[in-house]
Structure formats: C-alpha cells, structure tokens
C-alpha cells in the first residue's frame, strides 16, 4: 500500500554540515511529498535522449590546514595556516548521440568559472568570469570553450573524445590547461553514487559500494569503502526523486597496493591519532533520469599532544586538517 506524508522532510546541506529540517508545508508553497513504496522497484540509470541539453554547475574544493595548539614555544621553522584550491564551473551538457549499449556522447560547453587558490592565508588567486575585472584574465578564454565525452548510464566518464580546440585556446595557461586534462574532466562529470549497469534495479534499502583511495600528502593515503542506501522517494511537481546517502568507512581492500607509499610516511602520521569524517547525498530525479543534486564531503583530523613537555613547558598539540569536497547539481 502506497503511504503519502504531508508533513515532509527536507535534507539540505551546507559545506561539511547537514541538518535534517522537517515540519508541514506552508499553504501558499508546494512541499515534496514522501511516497512509502517498500516494495517499489527502480531503476536508478541516467536516461540519455539526442539533443537533448542540461546545465549544471559542479563545485571542487580541497583544503588543508595547519595549527599550533597551547602555549609551548612553536618548533623552528613551524609554519601554520590554512592552504585551499577551490574550483566552480557551470557547463551545459548536449547529448550529440546515444549508442546501443545506452552510452552518450556529450558535447560539454563551459558557461562559467570560478578558480581561487590560497597559500598558507595568502590568495595567490581568484577569479571570477562573472566580473568585469576578470574579462581580460587568461582563465576567461576557457568561457564558450568545448569539449566531448562518452558517458555510460551508471555515471562514468568511460572516455575523453576530444578536448583539442579548447586546449589549444588556452595553451600556454597552466591552470586552464590542467583543468581540460582527461583526469580532471573525469573527476567533474563522473557520478561515483550511482550503481553499475546490471546493478541498478532496487528497492528502499538496498545499497552498493565503490572503493575511494585518497592522497593526503605527507600524511599519506587513504582508501574508503563508500557505501550509498537507497532511501525514500519524494514526489515533487510531477517528478518522483529518489534520495540516495552514502556514508564512508576506512577500506583494506588496497592496503597492500599502497604499502610501498605509506611505507615513507609511516613513521611520521603513527605518531598522530587521526579521525575522519565522509558522507554525502544523492538527489535522483526518476521520472527524467538525471541528477539533481550529489554532494560528498570528507574531513580527516590528525593530532599529536606531548602531554608530558621538558623542564616544566606548558603541553602543545599539532593540529592538522584535510577536506575533500565534491557538488554537481542541476541549474536550468
């Protein structure tokens, strides 16, 4: 039996901070409602239909930060603060054509920039093509530039088909032409949430996981085993979306592929105890078979306290912080 709640939930989220709001809509707006389908099975595929275009804007931002904690003198050299790279891009997606095994091939036109980058509290960089002072920047000829991919229905970026016009546009721009990298355009057009092709037929609860190996410089690697639920299904103006959230945990399974490289650092993060938080929360509009909004968010803490400091000096800590975030969602 099929369940409508008036009173609905929403899940909104902030960088790092997710609050769950709920209450009955107001009269004068339309509210989701939440549909209790147990027994409903969906598929949860992207549909791709020739000609067919959809803006979206994608945010990626990684951040690191460092502190001296307590009264205790800082060691020689110490050099703390906060350190980011921070990347927000609007493109459309045009789907030039789709092949028999349901793979397009997307013609992706960037629409809109913003690059900052800073360096221990300094802006080394910030751009902006919305602003006029930025017309003449080197990163603005990026802005109407093109590019095309294959994507499968699970998500993937299965391939790079060209990316040589807008290369050569911006050649001789070291950030603009990283950015046009297969690696990179990879990272910002694949959807990690969505479950493989023969895998997407799925009820309230189920879940799938893909494994995550993460960087952390001198700190080392890390591997996660993301894990995503399917949750409930809301019904918004004619459209069924289904809420997918994924919640991480620290993964073996490549513990003896990077062995080699934590072997160097071992010695230096086993002196800290180190805590991280990831998750994240995917909005998947059913009815049209695209994404509407996927957000992840990892936090790592590292610290080391020397409780028992010489000649009678005061306790200190090291503090450390490392961020990972990751949001696409649709805009038109």
């Known amino acids: ?20 709001v709920g209450g009955c809509p107001a009269p004068s707006r339309r509210k989701p409602v939440l549909v209790d389908q147990q027994d409903e099975s969906i598929k949860l595929a992207l549909k791709f ?42 493109f459309s997606q045009r789907i030039e054509k789709v092949g ?19 360096i221990i509290d300094k802006s080394v960089l910030d751009f902006d093509s919305t602003k006029e002072k930025d017309e003449s920047h080197l990163l603005n000829k ?10 499968t229905p699970s998500g993937q970026v299965s391939r790079v088909v060209d990316a040589n016009d807008a290369l050569a546009a911006v ?15 990879k990272q910002r057009h694949t959807i990690p949430a969505l479950p493989a092709t023969g895998e997407n037929q799925l009820q309230s609860g189920d879940n799938w996981s893909n494994i995550k190996s ?3 410089d001198m700190m080392g690697a890390k591997s996660f085993e993301r894990i995503y639920t399917l949750g409930r299904i809301e019904d918004a103006a004619g459209h069924r979306i289904a809420i997918v959230k994924m919640e991480a945990v620290p993964s073996a399974e490549k513990a003896k592929e990077s062995h080699k490289e934590q072997a160097a650092t071992d010695s ?24 509407t909004q996927y957000n992840e968010n990892l936090v790592v ?32």
């Not at 993060?269 to 998947?284: I, P, V």
Request: proline content about 4%; glycine content about 8%.
């Open 1 to 20: 039996m099929k369940q409508i709640i008036i009173c609905s939930l929403a899940l909104t989220a902030t960088a790092g901070t997710f609050l769950l």
């Open 49 to 90: 239909t020739p000609a067919e275009s959809t803006t979206y804007r994608v945010v990626l931002e990684t951040g690191k930060r460092v502190q001296w904690e307590g009264q205790a003198p800082r060691p020689k050299g110490f050099k703390g603060g906060h350190s980011s790279n921070k990347m927000e891009m609007t």
């Open 100 to 118: 028999e095994q349901g793979n397009a091939v997307a013609r992706i036109t960037i629409e809109g920039l913003k690059y900052a980058t800073t």
């Open 142 to 151: 990026l802005i109407g530039q093109n590019y095309t991919i294959e994507i």
């Open 171 to 185: 050649s001789g721009n070291e950030t603009a032409v990283a950015l046009l990298s297969a690696q990179a355009i």
């Open 214 to 216: 993460v960087s952390f």
């Open 268 to 291: 230096f993060s086993s002196m800290f105890d180190n805590t991280e938080d990831y998750m994240g929360e995917l909005k998947f509009d059913l009815t049209e078979g695209k994404v």
């Open 301 to 332: 803490r590292w610290l080391i306290v020397n409780p028992n400091p010489k000649d009678d000096e005061p306790p200190a800590a090291l503090r450390m912080t490392a961020t990972r975030l990751f949001n696409i969602e649709r805009i038109d």
